[in-house]
């Protein structure tokens, strides 16, 4: 199967570079590319790519903005892609609001070739990515900048089961499922439909937004 990619970043050396080693990888097809959130959002939804590539910072409108209105669209509007941000910087303000808005992720744009090809297929596959080498950081950072915990996020949690909730706890401490299986002493593929269901119970697409879901219930708190 064919993963269709858009690519929105207003250098155009990124966007040919990115495209050409894309493009390079025979499950891959590159449907379109675009230099600032406006025209990505209009190629998105003319063209419905299963993932698109989405720069942070660009003009005439950023990469946030771009991501909530392909991941929030407008009625009648029922195509949905999966959405990785693209920044320059490990931590990025505006990444924090790209998870809340329903981005499956963020990779840095330094990382290694292989990274973000691998990053296309984790992403295209429903699962979220949070570049390793600060995903720990990221979470930390992140958690502070919650607002504190009530209201519905708090009410959800009580569809969970305990071991349902001792997972998510984990999840949303950058814990991977082989991790998680260690730790709760189950099988990595019982930890997958625990996963699974939490997804399903709180209407989550991916980990991203479980991490998210979980600070802002009050589940975890930073430090803790």
Known sequence: ????????????????GFAALLAAQSD???VGQAPDGTQGVELSRRTH?????????????????????????????THRPRVLMLTTFDVDDYVYEALRAGASGFLLKDAPPDDLVAAVRTVAAGD???????TRRLIADFAKQVPAAGGKPALRLKALTQRETEVLTLVARGRSNTEIAATLVLAEQTVKTHVS???????????????????ESGLVAPGK
């Open 197 to 215: 269901r939490i997804f399903t119970k709180l209407d989550l697409r991916d980990r991203a937004q479980a991490v998210v879901f979980a600070y």
């Open 28 to 30: 891959i097809d590159v």
């Open 128 to 134: 979220a990515l949070l570049a390793p080498s600060v």
């Open 49 to 77: 790519p299963d993932v698109v590539l989405m720069d942070v910072r660009m003009p005439e409108m950023d990469g946030l903005e771009a991501a909530r209105r392909i991941l929030s669209p407008p009625p009648g509007v």
């Open 1 to 16: 199967m064919t993963t269709r990619v858009v690519i929105v970043d207003d250098q155009a050396m990124v966007r040919a």
